[in-house]
């Protein structure tokens, strides 16, 4: 499974961005998929996560409420739109894909395919 990230950059605090995740190379709808997220000097850490069928979502609890994890099968693609951003949302964003459920999403190790990563920054 490939992916590529997209749609990162430069926002101010309190504004607005889409970051999206295209797969390819299997059925996207058997996949469970996740953002993650890296600041300078920081771990890794789970931002949110959707369900196979985009029926189940989980975030964390930094950005419940501000952010929301979406996913359009037909495109292959997952998004997460960020509101109310905050500078301490900057880090370098990443998708990853799994075959397990949503009850493990939180642990990055079941993840099986990871993106580049997108940066994005939030200015104050």
């Known amino acids: 499974v490939q992916l590529q990230a997209s749609g990162g950059g430069l926002v101010q605090a309190g504004g607005s961005l889409r970051l999206s995740c295209a797969a390819s190379?299997?059925?996207?709808?058997?996949?469970?998929m996740g953002w993650f997220r890296q600041a300078p000097g920081k771990e890794r850490e789970f931002v949110a996560a959707i369900s196979q069928s985009g029926a189940g979502t989980y975030y964390a609890d930094s950005v419940r409420g501000r952010f929301t994890i979406s996913r359009d099968n037909a495109k292959n693609t997952v998004y997460l739109q960020m509101n109310s951003l905050k500078p301490e949302d900057t880090a370098l964003y990443y998708c990853?894909?799994?075959?397990?459920?949503?009850?493990?999403?939180?642990?990055?190790?079941?993840?099986?395919?990871w993106g580049q990563g997108t940066q994005v920054t939030v200015s104050s």
């Open positions: 990853a894909a799994s075959v397990y459920g949503l009850g493990s999403a939180l642990q990055s190790h079941t993840y099986d395919y």
């Open positions: 190379g299997r059925t996207f709808g058997s996949l469970r």
